[in-house]
């Protein structure tokens, strides 16, 4: 009898280690993606990227973008809109996940979260200073929490490496910064000298000012983020949050992480946010034009049409116009239509007056966009803003006899519902045209269209702001 417990006891231990090695391995897999399924350039056209095998536009929205390090609801003060304190991220990523949104956007770490109860990268040893040699468990799992729980529901991460407002000084910020020389047990304050840090922090290179503790620091962090980090499928590196660096220093870290990357045998996407040289230098796989296209949306296409030149995707991981209008339909919908690779709303909460209405707009916004795009081969097509024309602001993407999408766009909003004459270059052939509301997300019913390989007249539905359409060759 003993003997016969004995071997069901071990029948059992046997069992219950094959479960718990069977459930490590499958969260591996979730965690490491395979370089076809990661998130890449596309071959086909590398203005736009592909993910797990298909072609995606990202359009995201999100309010905090310090989230890893914010503390748990209930323990901090609300430092600033910035800081994102009592935030709780995996609300913000079901919201998006649920209206087809796929892009957020993520900052390391806020400063002062560390003196509010949150957590940073690095383990504290008083209540002001931290040891820059030692690392903080409890940040780093937080982090591949949200990596992973990004990862489940497609949706890609921005990670933002270096935060130059946090370095310069904004908001009070590098008096808290644990490279601030008086807030670490590394280093003193011959080692960064000014007042604010920013200069001398980005020019830590031997070539440049010569700082090799701090760059000895700057260059374990990466590591260390590198090494948590590049399982993951679903990240684009930026080297900063409007970043001045300068050229040499940036591409010393994109070089580093795509060296990292190859010994992994995968590729990991490396961006920084505006300065010229991402355009030009191979180091850069994509552009992030956030502070390059803070203007209105309407002067935004022949930004676009420069940058696009450079035949890499550009995306904006902050509709960045400082005022309500960041954060409305068309500041979305130009992006898609010009070509570019995707958007995303920053900091949904702190503009408008009525936040929770601004939540649902913008989630909206992105839900019925992405709806149309889920229509479009998008990647298959050029900008060709030049085959429509109509009385108002008209824009088009299109592959010569095969597929359109346009978008009309009033340069005042109004409450009145009037069409709109157009006429497009469509060449001969039969189509099918499906007119699309942006505001409410549905099409109007098919239309028959056909072109003796001369402009076609066409007339909108009516509508008050701007107005979408989808035309397909009849097979």
């Known amino acids: ?176 910064h644990p490279f601030n020389p008086d807030n670490n047990v590394n280093y003193d304050g011959r080692a960064i000298t000014t007042r604010d840090g920013s200069r001398q922090f980005f020019w830590t290179l031997p070539s440049h000012q010569k700082r090799p503790v701090v760059l000895e620091h700057q260059q374990r962090l990466v590591d260390k983020l590198l090494e948590e980090t590049w399982q993951f499928g679903n990240i684009i590196y930026s080297l900063g949050n409007e970043d001045p660096s300068p050229r040499e220093w940036s591409l010393h870290w994109a070089r580093r992480i795509h060296a990292f990357g190859r010994k992994k045998g995968v590729r990991l996407l490396v961006t920084n946010m505006s300065p010229q040289y991402v355009l030009e230098e191979k180091e850069f796989d994509v552009f992030d034009a956030q502070v390059t296209l803070r203007v209105s949306p309407l002067r935004q296409p022949p930004i676009i049409a420069r940058l696009l030149k450079y035949r890499k995707p550009v995306y904006s991981s902050g509709l960045g116009i400082r005022s309500d209008d960041s954060q409305t339909r068309d500041n979305l919908w130009i992006k898609f239509i010009t070509g570019c690779a995707g958007a995303r709303y920053h900091r949904v909460k702190g503009h408008y007056r009525d936040a929770r209405r601004n939540y649902e707009e913008t989630s909206d ?44 766009l009033r340069r005042k909003r109004s409450a009145e519902k009037r069409p709109e004459q157009i006429t497009i270059n469509l060449v001969k052939g039969r189509y099918d045209l499906r007119w699309y509301h942006p505001d409410k997300g549905r099409y109007e019913p098919n239309q028959r269209v056909t072109s003796e390989g001369r402009p076609v007249p066409l007339k909108s539905p009516p509508f008050a702001w701007d107005i979408a359409g989808h035309i397909k060759a009849r097979r």
């Open 365 to 408: 916004f992105v839900l019925n966009l992405q709806k149309f795009v889920d229509d479009v081969r998008f990647w298959r097509l050029d900008v060709r803003h030049a085959d429509v024309k109509a009385d108002i602001p008209a824009f088009c993407l299109s592959e010569a006899g095969k597929e359109y999408a346009i978008y009309l």
């Open 1 to 176: 009898m003993v003997r016969r417990t004995y071997h069901w006891t071990l029948v059992t231990l046997g069992l219950l280690a094959a479960v718990i090695l069977s459930t490590a391995f499958f969260l591996v897999e979730d965690a490491t993606l395979s370089p076809q399924d990661r998130l890449r350039v596309s071959e086909e056209n590398p203005r736009y990227f592909k993910y797990k095998g298909k072609h995606v536009f990202l359009a995201g929205k999100t309010w905090g973008w310090t989230a890893i390090s914010a503390p748990p609801p209930g323990l901090a003060r609300d430092y600033k809109d910035d800081s994102a304190s009592q935030y709780d991220y995996r609300h913000d990523i079901e919201n998006l996940a649920a209206h087809k949104g796929n892009l957020v956007r993520l900052t390391l770490f806020w400063p002062g979260h560390g003196r509010e109860g949150g957590e940073l990268p690095y383990q504290k040893v008083d209540e002001k200073r931290y040891d820059l040699t030692k690392w903080n468990p409890a940040y780093w799992k937080r982090l591949r929490g949200f990596l992973s729980e990004c990862q489940k529901r497609d949706v890609i991460v921005n990670l933002e490496i270096f935060d130059h407002p946090a370095v310069k000084g904004w908001d009070g910020r590098w008096p808290m």
